[in-house]
């Protein structure tokens, strides 16, 4: 007879751990948690200028305002007034001589209620000498200044390919950042302790940066500094360096007044003074042959990245990594241009450059199958990475696990995508103003920190006399699912049912040094972690088994529930139990480091992933011709997350990814307006997705089968960035159907975000450019 299985290990669809709190209001976010005696409120005195120096600053109103307790500026900060994630030190907590972008923060105001806070910091008297401010690509183009070192990726000669070519074409795109509007805004509330002591809560993805940024500021050791984060509210990048301004005032308004402080801005300051996605200008000069095959290719991805360099660095780099996408370029070079500009400094976000990069690589397919007449799908699909020597990418790294052909042949069958589109074409010709599109793109996204030292996790692992579990591991939990995840990694490792399993907030106190909750590697390395530490523990329980029951290692096996010990069964708890009396220790840490990657940014060359997640989807759009509204009426996805550790959060990982790239690439538009205002600061002119804007059809699966190649968790693979590049075919769809305008012969151009607006005007331009095209042929 079969044994039982425990409920709640791997690979089985589990809900997520609070999700029962999130819909009936439980789960207890920073905001909620009850204020401590005396807790003071913080709000932020904000630039009025996009570049400007400050040549008044007369806080006496300030001070004067009703339940004022403390005002602070620069010069307040005991330690280092830098809250810069990079070696460039370029970004003040408080603006000292000179502010570089409207809502660069000069002081901030503690009062006893956030309402007076929040009117006491609107009371400020600041002059201002005003400088030049860069705000558009053209300005910064001009300028020329960076905020970090660009790249370049290089194989073969590019220059030369390009002459000798057939066929040749260029060309430029503009794609659209992105505001990450994560449901609970940027939030920190600071306890002080004693002597240099503080404890700070934070809605962060890296609770180490804070803790450094913090210790920095306040001028104390980092052993000092205690973060801690039980669950965000969101995040999507928002919140992996952003969240060190506000960490920081909180600390000092803590310190300094000893009283508990709390900061939570309002959504009109967050948009105004956080970072978003990167806006890209894209550059593109391609040579191919009559087939479609590309012969030569490049590229500059230039990017306006704000006032400081933040993670624009990364992100560019990034971007340029996935350029190629699923093609393989056998002349390339791909370039960066991050370029400063007086706006908000640009920061991580889902993806971290790589959707840019990919949608570039998208337009080029796209232009080539409108120059040859061809299906689009069929110029991907000639262009992708394969045998012979056509699996090297622009980076020098092998790809040794590409399954992008299998997936888009089971979807392109399963879809019934070369049906629909015939019936398409059919309908379009008789249709004078509702087009329909459809369009088919994968998506290879690679896996691992860039920073190769960020690839690295710790875990701590503790079980009680009575077998439950205690775990902590570096990771945060912002809606993802990554606390169920590594709980179900541990209820495997000990086959127990995951009610055991504790899982618990996330502290610097407890395990040190952590890496960032993000670029998808959550799951993997604080997974293995986990398991390493859990790993250490049964080898203790299986010497003590030896041992205390005299039955060799091969007769000792983790059962659900139990212990098989020779020809009995012991109940986990009561072997656990036995062994605390006899004084094995039941606790232990666990580390891990990503194998294999390396990096040489210098040289351009190296392994900078561990793997590839693949995917591909289909989506069905229907556009009005007269007013550029449209529907997304159907999307197919089929994706790639190797073994699952947990098909449902999975599942709504591609489902909710897909949405939030869909609103990158359609609705989602910053506007900053000539005096660098941002002007899209709040749901009333910023729209992301609602409820009806999910595709009626929406089909997902998982790829079946296809375990991970490398010995990642479980085989399992990461899937928290991906699928947002799966919405590509959105706009590709979109161009698609605009594309009947002028009977396929004319490639749209459209570039993103793809709002009604745009879409009509590209419409437009098709029209005429097919009427000027037709008087030239008379």
Known sequence: MPEPAIKGGVQQPLRHDSGHKHVSGAAAYIDDLPEPQGLLHVALGLSTVAHGRIRKLDLAPVRAAEGVVLVLTASDVPGVNDISPTHRHDEPILAEETVAYVGQPIFAVAARTRDQARRAARLAEIDYDALPAVLSFVEARAGGEMVTEPMTLARGDAAAALKTAPRRL????????????????????????????????????????????????????????????????????????????????????????GRAAKIRPDRDDDFAVTGKRHD????????????????????TYAARCGWSADLSGPVTDRTLFHADNCYYFPDVRLTSQPLKTNTCSHTAFRGFGGPQGMIGGERVIEEIAFALGKDPLEVRKLNLY?????????????????????????????????????????????SPVIKRGIAL???????????????????????????????NHGGTEMGQGLYTKVAQVVAEAFQVDIDRVRITATSTGKVPNTSATAASSGSDINGMAALNACNTIKARLVDFVMENWGVPEDQI??????????????????????????RVSLS??????????????????????????????????????????????????LHDVGESLNPAIDLGQIEGGFVQGMGWLTTEELWWDEAGRLRTHAPSTYKIPAC???????????????????????????????????????????????????????????????????????????????????????
């Not at 790294?397 to 299998?406: F, G, L, M, R, S």
Request: aromatic residues 8%; hydrophobic residues 40%.
């Open 170 to 257: 260029q060309g430029r795109m503009a794609v659209g950042g992105q505001e990450h509007f994560y449901l609970e805004s940027q939030i920190a509330m600071a306890l002080p302790g004693e002597d240099d002591e503080v404890r700070v809560l934070s809605s962060t993805q890296h609770p180490t940066e804070i803790q450094t940024m913090v210790a920095g500021a306040l001028g104390a050791p980092a052993n000092a500094v205690t973060v801690e984060v039980r669950r965000m509210g969101g995040a999507f990048g928002g919140k992996e360096t952003q969240g060190n301004l506000f960490a920081v005032v909180a600390a000092l308004v803590a310190k300094k007044s």
């Open 280 to 299: 890209f200008e894209i550059d593109y000069d391609v040579g191919f042959d009559g087939e479609g095959r590309i012969l030569a290719l490049d590229m």
């Open 386 to 430: 394969g045998p012979g020597g056509r699996d090297i990418t622009p980076y020098h790294q092998q790809v040794e696990d590409n399954i992008a052909p299998e997936i888009i042949e089971r979807l392109e069958a399963d879809s019934g995508y070369h049906g629909r589109r015939a019936a398409l074409r059919d309908f379009n010709k008789t």
């Open 441 to 471: 793109t994968p998506v290879k996204f690679g896996i691992s920190f860039t920073l190769t030292a960020y690839n690295q996790a710790g875990a701590l692992v503790h079980i009680y006399r009575d077998g439950s579990i205690h775990l």
């Open 557 to 582: 096996e983790f059962l659900p529930g139990c212990l098989r010990v020779g020809n009995q069964k012991i109940a986990f708890a009561e072997v656990v139990n036995a062994a605390y009396l006899a």
């Open 588 to 637: 232990s840490t666990g580390f891990y480091k990503t194998p294999k990657i390396h990096w040489d940014r210098e040289a351009g060359r190296g392994r900078p992933f561990y793997y590839f997640s693949y995917g591909a989807a289909v989506s069905e759009v229907a556009v009005d011709t007269l007013t550029g509204e449209y529907r997304v009426e159907r999307v197919d996805i």
């Open 692 to 778: 009806g804007d999910r595709p009626p059809v929406f089909n997902v699966e998982l790829l079946k089968d296809s375990p991970n190649r490398e010995e990642t968790i479980f085989r399992s693979k990461a899937v928290g960035e991906p699928p947002l590049m799966l919405a590509i075919s959105v706009l590709h769809a979109l161009s698609d159907a605009i594309a009947a305008v002028g009977d396929y012969r004319l490639c749209p151009r459209l570039d993103a975000p793809a709002t009604p607006e745009r879409v009509l005007m590209t419409v437009e331009r098709l029209r005429k450019e097919v009427m000027a095209s037709a008087e030239a042929a008379s």
